[in-house]
C-alpha cells in the first residue's frame, strides 16, 4: 500500500498516519449528531406499546443470565406476554406450511411427498406472481385472485352477505391495514382534530397510532363486571364529552377482545352500528380472533353481517372497515405477516387516495397473501387434505377453549384474584387487589403499581406477563394480561406460580392488623 503524497512523508506508514489523524480529530471539536433525544420527534418518543416494553426487555436480560450463570431461582422464564403461538409450541398447520413450501421452492411440485390439493393451490398462486415466482412484487393491494378468495370467504361466512373483491386489500398483518385507515381519517386542527374512539381495555397498537398520528384518543370503558360487555350508555358518554376538545370520527372495536377475551352479543353489535350511523362515525372492526371462540353461550358475528341485515339504509352508508389476520385464529402464523381488510362505502375519490397509500409500501409479503389464500381457501370435503386439516385445526381449537376454562378457574381460586369467563381470543385479564403498601411503593419509585407487581413475579418466578396499565384500566383498578397460548402442563405451571406468588405478595405487604387477621 503506498501511502506517500501531500506533507506525509514517503516514510511514514498508515498506522502512523492514522494515529495521528485520530489523535487531531478527538483534539479538536467532535462533531454533533443530528438525531438525539432532544431532536427526535416527539410524538415517536410519546409512543407506547406494552406487550413488547420494559417487563419483556428484563425477561430477555434474565434469560441471557440464565444461559451465561443461570443463578436464578428458576430455570426458565417463560414468556406469556405476547399471542404468539409458535413461539409457545404450537404446531404449524401442515396444510399450509406445505402449500407456501410449494410456492416458495417449485422444484417441490414434482415431489410425490406433496398432495395434489396442496400442489393445486400452490401452482395457481404462483401463476398470479410476476414471473411465477414468490419473490416478485404484487399489485399494491395484493393477488387479485386472493382478493376474489377472501371475497368469497367473507360471502360464506356471513351467509351469503355479498362481498365485492375490489373492497379487500391485502395487508402486512392486520396491524398494517389498521394504521393505514387511522393514517387516512386523522385531520384537523384543535378542537376539529380526529377523536378516535378505543376500548378501555385496549391493544396497544391503537393509542401507540394514535399518539404518533396526532390524533385524540377517545376512552370508552367496557364493563368488567358484565363480561367485559360494551356498553351503548358508556359510548354515549365518552362521545358527548369528547365533542367538547376533538371531533370524534372513528369508533374501534376489538371483537372477540384483546385483552379482555370477551365475544360481543349481537345486539351488542346492532346498537353500536345504530350509534356510528347516528353520529357519522367510521367503524373499525378488528376481527383477528373471528375463530377463536370457546364459550358455548357465544357465537362470533361480523359487524358486517349484522350492518346487512339491518337494512339497505344502513349497508349502503355506514362507512366500515373489517381486518382479519394469519397471525391469530388456528394458524398462529404470525411471522408471515399476512392479512386482510375489507372496507365498504368509501368515496371514490378516497378509494384511489387508500391505493395510493398502499402503493407506497408497494405491496404486502407475497408469502404472507399465499398463506392468507390457504386460511380463506381451505381443503375441500372431496380433496385428500381435508380430513388432516380439520382434525388439525379442531385439536388447536379444543385445547384453546380447555385452556381458557383452566385458566379462569385457577386464577378465580386465588385470592384476591378475580377473572372473568374467557370467552375467546387468546388472553385472561383478571383484576388484581394490590394492597395499599405495594401502591404506595411502586408510586415512590414512579411506576404503576401493576408494573411493580409484574416485575416482582418476573424476577422471583420467570413469568413474564404484561402490566394491566399499558392497555388501560378505570382508575384505582389493577390487572395482568396474559396469553393462554403455553401448552397445558406449561400453563398449569405458570398459573401455579401466579398463585403462589400472589399469595406470597398480599403476605408481603399486608398490614399488621391484615396480618393478624
Same mark, same amino acid.
Given at each position: 500500500?503506498?501511502?506517500? +503524497? ?22 479538536? $471539536?467532535?462533531?454533533e ?35 451465561e ?9 417463560i414468556k ?17 406450511r406445505q ?15 406433496f398432495?395434489?390439493d ?9 401463476? @398470479? ?15 387479485d ?10 360471502e360464506?361466512?356471513?351467509? @351469503? ?11 402486512? @398483518? ?22 378516535v374512539m378505543?376500548p ?30 360494551l356498553?351503548?350508555?358508556e ?10 376538545h376533538?371531533q ?6 376489538? =371483537?372477540?377482545?384483546?385483552?379482555t377475551g370477551?365475544?360481543?352479543?349481537r345486539?351488542?353489535?346492532e346498537e ?17 380472533y373471528?375463530? =377463536? ?9 361480523s359487524?358486517?353481517?349484522v ?8 349497508? =349502503? ?20 405477516r ?8 368509501l ?8 391505493? $395510493? ?5 408497494l ?15 381451505s ?19 379444543g ?17 384476591g384474584?378475580r377473572?372473568n ?10 383484576q ?11 408510586k415512590?419509585? @414512579? ?12 424476577e ?9 396499565? +399499558?392497555f ?10 396474559m396469553?393462554i397460548?403455553?401448552?397445558?402442563? $406449561? ?19 399486608a ?6 387477621r
Amino acid at each position: 500500500l503506498n501511502c506517500s +503524497g501531500g506533507t506525509v512523508p514517503v516514510t511514514t506508514d498508515c498506522k502512523s498516519l492514522w494515529i495521528r489523524v485520530s489523535d487531531k480529530s478527538a483534539a479538536g $471539536k467532535m462533531r454533533e449528531k443530528t438525531l438525539t433525544m432532544e431532536t427526535l420527534n416527539p410524538h415517536v418518543k410519546a409512543v407506547e406499546y406494552a406487550v413488547r416494553g420494559p417487563i419483556v426487555t428484563k425477561a430477555g436480560e434474565i434469560e441471557r443470565d440464565l444461559q451465561e450463570v443461570n443463578v436464578q431461582p428458576f430455570t426458565e422464564v417463560i414468556k406469556a406476554n405476547i399471542g404468539d403461538a409458535h413461539a409457545m409450541g404450537q404446531q404449524p398447520i401442515t396444510f399450509l406450511r406445505q402449500v407456501v413450501a410449494l410456492c416458495t421452492f417449485p422444484e417441490l411440485l414434482d415431489s410425490p411427498t406433496f398432495p395434489e390439493d396442496a400442489k393445486k393451490r400452490a401452482r395457481r398462486i404462483l401463476q @398470479g406472481c410476476g414471473g411465477t415466482s414468490l419473490g416478485s412484487y404484487t399489485a399494491s393491494q395484493g393477488v387479485d385472485f386472493i382478493r376474489q378468495d377472501v371475497a368469497s370467504y367473507i360471502e360464506q361466512r356471513d351467509h @351469503g352477505v355479498p362481498a365485492d373483491w375490489e373492497n379487500v386489500y391485502l395487508t402486512t @398483518g392486520a396491524s398494517d391495514g389498521i394504521v393505514s385507515i387511522l393514517r387516512m381519517l386523522v385531520s384537523g386542527q384543535g378542537s376539529s382534530r380526529t377523536g378516535v374512539m378505543i376500548p378501555i381495555p385496549q391493544y396497544p397498537l391503537y393509542s401507540a397510532a394514535i399518539t404518533e398520528m396526532e390524533a385524540v384518543q377517545v376512552n370508552y370503558y367496557l364493563d368488567e363486571d358484565n363480561c367485559w360487555a360494551l356498553d351503548i350508555n358508556e359510548l354515549h358518554r365518552a362521545y358527548q364529552a369528547a365533542k367538547q376538545h376533538c371531533q370524534p370520527r372513528v369508533l374501534c372495536i376489538i =371483537n372477540p377482545g384483546n385483552p379482555t377475551g370477551q365475544v360481543q352479543s349481537r345486539k351488542c353489535i346492532e346498537e353500536v352500528l345504530h350509534f356510528a350511523y347516528e353520529e357519522n362515525l367510521f367503524v373499525m372492526s378488528d376481527e383477528v380472533y373471528q375463530d =377463536n371462540v370457546y364459550s358455548p353461550d357465544c357465537e362470533f358475528h361480523s359487524f358486517k353481517k349484522v350492518l346487512y341485515e339491518m337494512g339497505p339504509e344502513y349497508f =349502503n352508508s355506514v362507512e366500515l372497515a373489517s381486518f382479519h389476520s394469519t397471525s391469530k385464529g388456528y394458524t398462529g402464523e404470525c411471522g408471515f405477516r399476512g392479512g386482510y381488510m375489507e372496507v365498504l362505502n368509501l368515496d371514490p375519490d378516497v378509494r384511489a387516495q387508500l391505493i $395510493k397509500l398502499r402503493s407506497v409500501q408497494l405491496c404486502p409479503p407475497v408469502s404472507g397473501q399465499a398463506a392468507m389464500d390457504v386460511i380463506v381457501n381451505s381443503p375441500h370435503p372431496e380433496e385428500p387434505s381435508y380430513a388432516r386439516f380439520h382434525e388439525e385445526k379442531n385439536a388447536v381449537l379444543g385445547a384453546l377453549a380447555e385452556k381458557a376454562k383452566m385458566t379462569e378457574q385457577i386464577l378465580n381460586g386465588v385470592p384476591g384474584i378475580r377473572c372473568n369467563p374467557v370467552q375467546g381470543a387468546m388472553y385472561a385479564f383478571p383484576q388484581i387487589l394490590l394492597p395499599p403498601k405495594a401502591v404506595e411503593e411502586a408510586k415512590a419509585l @414512579g411506576m404503576h403499581p401493576d408494573m411493580l407487581y409484574c416485575l416482582r413475579l418476573l424476577e422471583e418466578t420467570g413469568i413474564c406477563l404484561v402490566p394491566g396499565s +399499558g392497555f388501560g384500566q378505570r382508575e384505582g383498578t389493577f390487572h395482568f394480561r396474559m396469553t393462554i397460548l403455553p401448552p397445558k402442563e $406449561k400453563l398449569k405451571v405458570l398459573l401455579d406460580k401466579v398463585r403462589d406468588f400472589h399469595i406470597k405478595f398480599l403476605k408481603e405487604y399486608a398490614t399488621l392488623e391484615e396480618q393478624l387477621r
